[in-house]
């Protein structure tokens, strides 16, 4: 699994002109998965995201996590993060997996964030077109591979 963490002020996910979901301070998560992920790469990802520092304590310091300030999350699939570009200029996305492996895992992900968070947790529509509106704080962005561990 591959994510990319933007520390937000708010966010939202909008499909046809309509908000589908919408959040204020906390982290907007855009998730990449691949066929080889397993409910290991859900655990640890889901328990990095949601004690990730990377919000500001009384010092300025990133030194805070989703948790200690009740944030938000707003998880969006987006199969483009497996993108490869070693050939040509038209990436290729074949290390994304289909949407009949990856639909499942997208649902395990967003129920253990819930339970990690011990909340509900706002979501994109799986394979739909959305538009994302986001307010970058910091801004700070953070990309974490669940097969590298970093």
Known sequence: MRVVIQRVSEA????????????????????????SDSMDDIIWLSNKVT???????ANETMNICLKDIDGDILLVSQFTL???TKKGNRPSYIKASKSEFAIPVYESMIKQLELELEKKIKTG????NMK?????????????????KE
């Open 82 to 84: 497996f993108a490869s």
């Open 51 to 57: 004690n990730l520092r990377v919000f500001n304590d």
């Open 125 to 128: 529509v799986f394979g739909a």
């Open 12 to 35: 939202s996910v909008s499909i046809n002109d309509r908000i589908q979901s919408s959040i204020k301070k906390g982290l907007l998560i855009l998730l990449g998965i691949e066929e």
């Open 132 to 148: 994302i509106a986001l307010v970058n704080d910091g801004p700070v962005t953070i990309l974490i591979d669940s097969k590298n």
